[in-house]
C-alpha cells in the first residue's frame, strides 16, 4: 500500500536558519514525489517534484528537495528560513497507479524572527 | 486564467440532505480530482478523473458519487450528508496525468449537522 509519513506536526526554526520539514513514503515502484505548501485558508500550492534524474530537486521560493532512495525519503529544505514560509506543507506521492496520490498529514512550520 | 474555481465556499447542510460541489477549470487540464482535508490526516483522494467521460475511485470513495461530462467541470455530489462527511473539500487539477502538478482550487468547507 502505497503511503506517506511526515514525522513532525510542527517544526520550529528562526529566520536566517536553515529549515528541513521531514517526508518518508512507501509505494510499489519507482515514487513520484512532490512538496506543497498552503497558507491559512487556501488551496494548495505546488513547490517542487521528483520525477527522476538528480536526486537534488530545486523548487520555488529557495526550497530544495532530496530524495534518498535507500531510505526512502523526501525531505524538504531550505537554507535560510523566512518569516513569511511559516505555512503548512505537505508532501505527496503516487506510484504504481500514477493517478492516485497519497498526502501525509502535514508539517506546521513556524519561522520567528 | 480563473485557473480551479470552487463553488460553494461555506455550506451547512442537515443529515439525509444532498448536495454538488462544483468544480471548474478553464486550463484545459485532463485531470482532475477531488479530495478532502481533515485535521491531522492531510489530504485524502476521494475520486478523480483523467478526461471526460472517465472516472475512478480513489482512496476515500464512500458516499460521494462524481461524473465528467465536459473538460472543465468536474461536480462532486453527496446523495445523502452524514456528520462524518464534515470537512474541507479541495478541486485539483492537471495537465496530463499523475507526473504533472496539480492545481487546486481554494475549497469549500461543509459542516454537517
Known amino acids: 500500500a502505497q503511503s506517506v509519513a511526515q514525522p513532525e506536526d510542527q517544526v520550529n526554526v528562526a529566520e536566517g536558519n536553515p529549515l528541513t520539514v521531514k517526508c518518508t513514503y512507501s509505494?510499489?515502484?519507482?515514487?513520484?514525489l512532490f512538496w506543497y505548501v498552503q497558507y491559512p485558508n487556501r488551496g494548495l500550492q505546488f513547490l517542487l517534484k521528483y520525477i527522476t534524474g538528480d536526486n537534488l530537486v530545486k523548487g520555488s521560493y529557495g526550497f530544495e528537495a532530496e530524495f534518498n532512495k535507500s531510505q526512502t525519503s523526501f525531505h524538504l529544505k531550505k537554507p535560510s528560513a523566512l518569516v513569511s514560509d511559516s505555512a503548512l506543507y505537505f508532501c505527496?506521492?503516487?506510484?504504481?497507479?500514477?493517478?492516485?496520490?497519497?498526502f501525509g498529514s502535514g508539517t506546521k512550520l513556524n519561522v520567528k524572527p | 486564467n480563473a485557473g480551479v474555481t470552487q463553488t460553494p465556499k461555506f455550506q451547512v447542510l442537515k443529515t439525509g440532505q444532498s448536495m454538488t460541489l462544483q468544480c471548474a477549470q478553464d486550463m484545459n487540464h485532463e485531470y482532475m480530482s477531488w479530495y478532502r482535508q481533515d485535521p491531522g490526516m492531510g489530504l485524502r483522494l476521494i475520486h478523480y478523473?483523467?478526461?471526460?467521460?472517465?472516472?475512478d475511485q480513489g482512496e476515500v470513495p464512500n458516499g460521494y458519487n462524481v461524473s465528467r461530462s465536459t473538460t472543465e467541470d468536474f461536480p462532486l455530489r453527496l446523495l445523502s450528508a452524514a456528520p462524518s462527511q464534515t470537512s474541507v473539500y479541495f478541486c485539483?487539477?492537471?495537465f496530463g496525468q499523475g507526473v504533472n502538478e496539480q492545481f487546486f482550487g481554494p475549497g469549500t468547507r461543509l459542516t454537517v449537522l
Open positions: 478523473s483523467v478526461g471526460a467521460g472517465i472516472t
Open positions: 509505494v510499489s515502484g519507482n515514487p513520484y
Open positions: 485539483a487539477s492537471s
Open positions: 505527496a506521492v503516487s506510484g504504481g497507479n500514477f493517478n492516485k496520490f497519497y
